[in-house]
Every structure is written in structure tokens, then in C-alpha cells.
């Protein structure tokens, strides 16, 4: 193993793996409009941004506006009847968990595929996850990075 930590076979597997995404637009837009795609950093939402009036909304739905993909990571966990106990302390400012209402929320402004391997898909235990998964495939929005086992945790994300 080399100072990276990752040995070479591995890390030439995961290059040759994502070779052909990196052409993907190019292809995907030959002889047709470019696939236009729009990358958002974490979202760490924990409220419903529309009912709290958030000034931003109107704008990023503009911005947003007629792309094909746009893609953020849901960095927090979606509570439900499913969820586990929590894993870190109630208290805890690392603590992210929010009602499903902030994947419409997300929606809303265009987003439609997310990101769910992130530290805090563990905050409310196995059931945390699972309840995630559940509140997306209810709304239809495509993620990818978890599952109830590591097939689907490893599949692509599709709605």
C-alpha cells in the first residue's frame, strides 16, 4: 500500500470505472442540444426553505431552470417511522435529521438526483437510512450512495 493509502490496482479500477463519465455530455449531446447539468454542493437542509420565505428560492429555480441534471448531496438524514435512535446526542450541533418536506423543498427549486453517502445518513442508525431511501422513492427523486444492503448501495441512481 502507497502513502495514499489506496493500492495501485484499486485506484486504477476506480479511473478505468469512471472513464467513460467523463465523456458522457459530450456523447449524450452529439447531434443534439448539450445535456446541460447543474452540480450543488451539500445541502444541508433541515426546513422546508418555502414555508420560512427564503428570498433565494425564486432565484436558484431561475438559475436552475431547464437543465436536465442537477445533482446535490443530502446531507441530512429524513426522520420517519423507520428511524432508528440517534447516533450521536440529541444535543449535538452534528445532529442532522429533517422531515421529508425538505426533499419537495429541494425539488422545488429543480433538483433531481441526490447524493445519500454522507456522514450523517448514519445519524439516526440503520432505520435512519432506510427511511431516507424510503421518503426519496415516495417523491420519486433519483439518489444514489445507500441502500438496505451494499447491491443497492453500489446501483446507479435512477427515478
Known sequence: MGSTGFDAPTRRRLLKAGFPLIFLPVVAGAGHRPLRIS????SLIKTDL?????????????????RDLVFTDLETVIGGPLAGRSTRPADSEVLHVAEPEVIDCLQ?????????????????????????????????LAFAGTGRDLAQASAPGVA
Not at 39 to 42: A, I, M, Y
Not at 50 to 66: K, P, Q
Not at 118 to 123: G, M
Not at 129 to 138: F, Y
Request: proline residues 0%.
Open 39 to 42: 452540480l450543488l454542493g451539500q
Open 50 to 66: 418555502r414555508r420560512i420565505g427564503w428570498r433565494g428560492l425564486d432565484e436558484f429555480r431561475r438559475v436552475l431552470a431547464g
Open 108 to 140: 422545488a427549486i429543480g433538483v433531481n438526483i441526490v447524493a445519500t453517502s454522507n456522514n450523517h445518513a448514519w445519524d439516526l442508525d440503520t432505520g435512519g437510512i432506510v427511511s431516507t431511501i424510503e421518503a426519496l422513492r415516495a417523491r420519486g
